[in-house]
């Protein structure tokens, strides 16, 4: 199971960073919109935008693995609908800067190199800080974000220390790509979440039916889906119909116990159905062969 302590630390982690991160972007915006300096309107979007969803982040991890028996489908509600919300206002914003910088005949003066390096030394310690908790899929996502956010942040003021007004569009371009990737990515997520979709692709699938697996377990069906950034994952175990009560409890309390271990799973419906050895023999049969199937489709030719 994943302490309590490592969500706490990870929830005051993204907090801080949050909140660091706001008087960088307010003073970005202010050489943005203040100077006509499109390349900071962009990264202090930017940087705008990571700090919102930071704080997200943070409230959300406080209630991420509370074990209750009132699933908190609001707040993950609410994660998913901020985040459109935030990604459509952002990817807006960041592209009308890249498009003003698309006619930008000068640089910013030499000096404000300094600002964006000190936007890519935040996004660099924040990475540092984060990799000892990336055990968890939110804080590694943000790892490989922190560490883009960097390499571009680097770039874009060694552009500016050489005042070179042809590669502004260039750097102004690419922070608007990135925007673009994770603001969609992540509301894709968030679309799915909301409307309950099964997820595939992520592997945690097929993780689960190993480890059942290993335990001698054989699952009928296996459901995931998301709330928020977490997994919501629903498992159907068939059993003999001659299994005692007693029995049947101890495997849903072995599975659960086993799902719930796994990085990203908010709960755990594990759920078992009377079922005789020639029906399991088919379902398992199928199984096969829709896996073999599916392996074969993957498969270079």
Known sequence: ???????????RLFLLTGLVGLPLAAYEL???LGRGYYIFQADGYHTLFDSVMAALYAVILKVAYRRSRSFP????????IATI???????????????????????PPAWTSWVIWASAAM???????????????????????????????????????????????????????????????TSLTAIKALLGAEVHGVGLRTTIER?????????????????????LVQVI???????????????????????????????ADVRVVPSSPARQARAHQGAF?????????RSPR
Request: positive net charge; glycine residues 8%.
């Open 1 to 11: 199971m994943i302490s309590k302590e490592l969500l706490d630390r990870s929830s």
């Open 30 to 32: 202010y050489l943005g």
């Open 73 to 80: 489908w609001g707040l993950y509600n609410a994660e998913g």
């Open 85 to 107: 919300l935030v990604s459509i206002f952002v990817m807006y914003l960041v592209g009308s800067a890249f498009v003003g910088s698309l006619s930008e005949r000068y640089a």
């Open 123 to 185: 996004s660099i310690t924040i990475a540092v800080l984060e990799v000892r908790y990336a055990r968890l899929m939110i804080v590694k996502s943000d790892v490989m974000h922190a560490s883009v956010d960097a390499a571009i942040d680097l770039a874009a003021g060694g552009v500016i220390a050489a005042a070179d007004a042809s590669l502004m569009p260039v750097i102004t371009g690419s922070m608007f790509v990135v925007v673009l990737y994770a603001a969609l990515s």
């Open 211 to 231: 480890g059942l697996r290993a335990m001698s377990i054989r699952p009928l069906r296996i459901y995931v889906a998301r709330a928020g950034s977490f997994y």
């Open 237 to 267: 175990i068939p059993l003999p119909p001659e299994t005692t009560l007693a029995k049947a409890y101890g495997v849903k309390k072995k599975v659960a116990g086993f799902i719930l271990s796994l990085d990203g799973v908010l709960t």
């Open 289 to 297: 062969y829709s896996l073999a199937e599916s392996r074969t489709a």
